[in-house]
């Protein structure tokens, strides 16, 4: 398996612009996370999916913030308007429950600068 | 609530020298403790995990001991290299319920030559 893959790999963008981050789980596994690290605040949990349906959305910092999952191999993190505070390394990761569940595959994350 | 509180970084060492990072949580139950470390540019990989009291996991030369009595999981490394220069994660899952991790702050490694 090609693990857990994310595009765009950096995106630079003005404030105000609506920006789109994606993910493709492992296949098969039945948990999505969206996490934000920043230096200041280290890696937080924004939402979570189990099964495409979100589960905890309260790490999702303001309305400006939304996710989606529309099928078990894919998922998105919209941003809309953004601003220059949401820059940060968003990562991805997906696990599958009753493995041990705990072992999240992270991917390599997306650099968003936003201007 | 649920809490993981790391020393704080960076962390500066010669080849060779012994590592300790600390980790100390806050939760109520029994919860899994786990050590991430993310290399540059990557994203996060699992380290160790110990599932118990007591238990110690261990990988890569690294060791971590669940201590229930001082609600401890400090990382520790006989001999570091160059190569484990990165940022290491503590976390904590409970048994039961949701498939979240907390995550602490992490601690940045650089290993000099």
């Known amino acids: 398996d090609a693990g857990v893959i994310q595009s765009p790999r950096h995106e630079v963008t003005e404030m105000g612009q609506e920006v789109t981050l994606r993910c493709k789980p492992i296949?098969?596994?039945?948990?999505l996370f969206w996490y934000r690290q920043t230096m200041m605040r280290g890696l937080e949990l924004l939402i979570y999916?189990?099964?495409?349906?979100?589960?905890?959305d309260s790490g999702m910092p303001e309305d400006r913030f939304s996710a989606k999952m529309p099928n078990a191999s894919f998922s998105t993190l919209k941003i809309q308007p953004s601003e220059p505070r949401d820059s940060a390394v968003y990562f991805c990761?997906?696990?599958?429950f009753g493995t041990g569940g705990e072992k999240l595959f992270f991917g390599s994350g997306t650099q968003l600068s936003v201007l | 609530g649920n809490s993981v509180t790391q020393m704080e970084g960076p962390v500066t060492l010669s080849e060779e020298a012994f590592l300790t990072i600390n980790c100390t949580y806050t939760?109520?139950?029994?919860?899994?403790l786990f050590w991430y470390v993310q290399y540059p540019g990557e994203g996060l990989q699992l380290l160790l995990k110990?599932?118990?009291?007591?238990d110690k996991g261990s990988n890569k030369g690294f060791e971590a001991t669940y201590r229930k009595e001082t609600t401890s999981f400090h990382l520790e490394k006989g001999s570091v290299q160059v190569s484990d220069s990165a940022v290491y994660f503590c976390?904590?899952?409970?048994?039961?319920?949701?498939?979240?991790?907390?995550f602490g702050t992490g601690t940045r490694l650089t290993v000099i030559p």
């Open positions: 990761a997906s696990s599958l």
């Open positions: 296949s098969g596994h039945d948990y």
């Open positions: 999916f189990n099964n495409n349906v979100p589960i905890d």
């Open positions: 939760a109520t139950g029994y919860p899994s």
């Open positions: 110990a599932t118990k009291a007591d």
């Open positions: 976390a904590l899952r409970f048994q039961t319920g949701a498939n979240n991790l907390f």
